[in-house]
């Protein structure tokens, strides 16, 4: 069964960074795109970042280009997203998901991680 | 960027009817539409992709149509299970990758 499990989501000051983790498995995770997608509370999907499969390409969104970077550890089968530069309107559940057929199709979804960016 | 509009915000529906989702494209996104179901406290799930092929698992009650800009999800019997929010996603051209803002589907 694939499964996407995310952490280090929490309560972070604005201006702060956050690094949140996606642990991965069920599935040969360094042949697979990846993607970070965000929803603020009560509010809709947001893409947020994609890598491919060796990591040698990402691709952004504006809202947080500069200031967040995607990584992977194929040799962990595990995603990240640093987060610097916080704001309160990158205050959301993050979701680790796997691309399905290189095309920036997403299938499946993990749970999710709550970051709340507040003084 | 591909701007996404799904009509209506909130469709109400009692259960057994069926219930018809809309989703535009601000430009062609050809048959590179999928759609995403959210139940509350949950994360999405992929119904629909190619515009009209059910993902593994999906109920043949869900169908998917359209090409271009326009396109339906139909959901042809509502049980309980399938109140929730669907969403649709354009993967034609990106980045970035962009969805829909939601159709809530509740009990009418």
């Known amino acids: 069964e694939v499964q996407l499990v995310e952490s280090g989501g929490g309560l972070v000051q604005p201006g702060g960074s956050l690094r949140l983790s996606c642990a991965a498995s069920?599935?040969?995770?360094?042949?697979?795109?990846m993607h970070w997608v965000r929803q603020a509370p009560g509010k809709g999907l947001v893409w947020v970042s994609r890598i491919n499969s060796d990591a040698s390409s990402t691709n952004y969104a504006d809202s947080v280009k500069g200031r967040f970077t995607i990584s992977r550890d194929n040799a962990k089968n595990t995603l990240f997203l640093q987060m610097n530069s916080l704001r309160a309107d990158d205050t959301a559940v993050y979701y680790c998901v796997r691309d399905r057929g290189w095309v920036g199709l997403f299938d499946p979804w993990g749970q999710g991680t709550l970051v709340t960016v507040s003084s | 960027e591909i701007v996404m509009t799904q009509s209506p915000a909130t469709l109400s529906v009692s259960p057994g009817e069926r219930a018809t989702l809309s989703c535009r494209a601000s430009q062609s996104v050809s048959s590179n539409l999928a759609w995403y179901q959210q139940k509350p406290g949950q994360a999405p799930r992929l119904l629909i992709f190619g515009a009209s092929t059910r993902a593994t698992g999906i109920p043949a009650r869900f169908s998917g149509s359209g090409s271009g800009t326009e396109f339906t999800l139909s959901i042809s019997s509502l049980q309980s299970e399938d109140f929730a929010v669907y969403y649709c996603?354009?993967?034609?051209?990106?980045?970035?990758?962009?969805f829909g803002g939601g159709t809530k589907v509740e009990i009418k």
């Open positions: 996603q354009q993967y034609n051209n990106w980045p970035p990758l962009t």
């Open positions: 069920g599935f040969t995770f360094s042949s697979y795109w």
